[in-house]
């Protein structure tokens, strides 16, 4: 079955990196848009990043634009996110999910067929 593996979280200063990783296993990857989403204590999950299959088209939250760089190796059936000068409100556990297909709005959740457990991210003040 569809498996989606999140890692590289972690507890991180203030204007610090992390990199997120999503193995994904179970599917075709290279057939599958997929999307990065988070969710803070208290709060609704809210999207992050998405890349296309071929990673022709990219999206982001305003609110990580410039800050987050999303990836992906097909040959590793990987996607990435680059989380650079992070800030306390970026605190939250960070999801992966995946779609077989073309996703029209990638902001949404309900377009995504798979999700993964998650992986915690705090940033500190």
């Known amino acids: 079955q569809v498996q989606l593996v999140e890692s590289g979280g972690g507890l991180v200063q203030a204007g610090g990196s992390l990199r997120l990783s999503c193995a994904a296993s179970?599917?075709?990857?290279?057939?599958?848009?997929m999307g990065w989403f988070r969710q803070a204590p208290g709060e609704k999950r809210d999207f992050v990043a998405a890349i296309s299959q071929s990673g022709g088209k990219i999206v982001y939250a305003d609110s990580v634009k410039g800050r987050f760089t999303i990836s992906r190796d097909n040959a590793k059936n990987t996607v990435y996110l680059q989380m650079n000068s992070l800030k306390p409100e970026d605190t939250a556990i960070y999801y992966c999910?995946?779609?077989?297909?073309?996703?029209?709005?990638?902001?949404?959740?309900?377009?995504?067929?798979?999700w993964g457990q998650g992986t915690q991210v705090t940033v500190s003040s």
């Open positions: 179970g599917l075709t990857f290279s057939r599958y848009f």
């Open positions: 999910a995946s779609r077989g297909q073309w996703v029209e709005n990638p902001m949404t959740q309900s377009e995504y067929d798979y």
